[in-house]
């Protein structure tokens, strides 16, 4: 009888395990794990890109293009997702990679219109607070929610449109109420123009996501996510090639060395920033793609407001910034939880 009991609960006990890995292979739930996947890359990415990003500036650096050249900079680790997919793909396949010509020359495009956004980006966090910096940047939902609309036709339910506005509401007080928190030394002609840079990233970065929606919607073939990788390579290349360009002209190619030996934290971390930078923003890259291609533009977007209240702690933590009244007032308003999660499941 113990036998025939043993032998029973392990039947019953392979049945459960042979039912709960058929659940992991169905599509909704593949989906469903990649999604959260990349949502955590997003989430390290966006949290963590705009600390190391002032960090930089804060301790000596000074070059714009450079910094914004960083953002990108390490799209060849995708080679190796890339490579190994092709290998394996060998084997049933002639072809070695996905993308087609008009592929390559949108993701082309989108790289340079991405290398402007790094740009803009780079140099207004190299003027603003982090805690600033940030809540402009939250704006980019509201515009990634207007392109969105006219792009991809994206869907609102009045839940979605409450969120929204809620969650932009904060920096537009933030604007109305700016300057207070200058940072020592610095003129209000160049922390103005680092608001109006910071902004223009936002508007930039709200219709790259659609964009790119839009990109995997007309791709006219499977969209894998190797196929996804590809195309962040290509976007990841020609948005360094612009800003090394850039570097070029403004002769930052020389620079380097000097700015490294001259460097608040040492040479050797000066460089260790440099290499973290691009390490985070290609999580950052890689888990917007990856989140849009299995969710929506607008749930990347929501995605980078949710990291705003982390950077806040983090920016006041690391860089003792200051959270004033407004500050502090923007965020329970504009980024309460309820909201958040309001709108993941709505969208």
């Not at 790289?111 to 966090?125: E, M, N, Q, V």
């Not at 991809?152 to 009045?158: C, I």
């Not at 890259?285 to 990291?307: D, E, F, M, R």
């Not at 982390?310 to 910034?321: G, N, P």
Request: aromatic share 14%; proline share 3%.
């Amino acid at each position: 009888m113990e036998m025939e009991h043993q032998s029973h609960e392990e039947i019953l006990h392979s049945s459960k395990k042979s039912t709960f890995l058929e659940a992991l292979r169905t599509p909704k739930v593949k989906r469903l794990i990649l999604l959260s996947l990349n949502v955590l890359l997003l989430l390290i990415g966006g949290t963590s890109s705009p600390l190391i990003l002032r960090a930089y500036f804060l301790h000596g650096g000074d070059r714009k293009w450079f910094s914004g050249f960083l953002q990108t900079a390490g799209f060849p680790f995708l080679l190796i997702p890339i490579l190994f997919s092709a290998l394996r793909r060998r084997r049933t396949q002639s072809r070695l990679f996905l993308l087609t010509p008009s592929l390559l020359l949108y993701c082309t495009i989108l790289g340079f219109i991405t290398g402007i956004d790094d740009y803009l980006y780079s140099y207004g966090l190299s003027f603003l607070p982090v805690s600033t910096a940030s809540l402009l940047i939250s704006m980019q939902l509201g515009f990634t929610a207007m392109f969105a609309f006219f792009i991809v036709k994206q869907k609102f339910s009045s839940f979605t449109v409450n969120a929204v506005a809620l969650l932009t509401f904060g920096a537009i007080i933030l604007g109305v109420h700016a300057n207070g928190d200058r940072p020592d030394g610095e003129s209000k002609s160049k922390y103005y123009l680092g608001f109006a840079m910071t902004l223009g990233a936002a508007v930039i970065y709200g219709m790259v996501l659609p964009l790119v929606e839009l990109m995997y919607k007309h791709a006219k073939q499977e969209v894998t996510y190797s196929l996804v990788m590809e195309m962040q390579f290509v976007i990841g290349f020609s948005a360094t090639v612009f800003c090394a360009i850039g570097m070029a002209i403004n002769k930052d190619f020389q620079a380097i060395s000097r700015e490294a030996k001259h460097y608040g934290l040492g040479e050797a971390e000066y460089y260790l920033v440099v290499f973290f930078t691009t390490i985070i923003a290609q999580f950052f890259l890689v888990g917007i793609v990856g989140t849009i291609k299995y969710s929506s533009a607008l749930l990347s977007g929501v995605i980078i407001a949710v990291c705003i209240p982390i950077t806040e702690v983090l920016a006041v933590f690391f860089f003792h910034e200051k959270f004033d009244g407004e500050k502090a007032r923007c965020c329970p308003r504009a980024f309460s939880l309820g909201n958040y999660f309001l709108l993941l499941w709505r969208v």
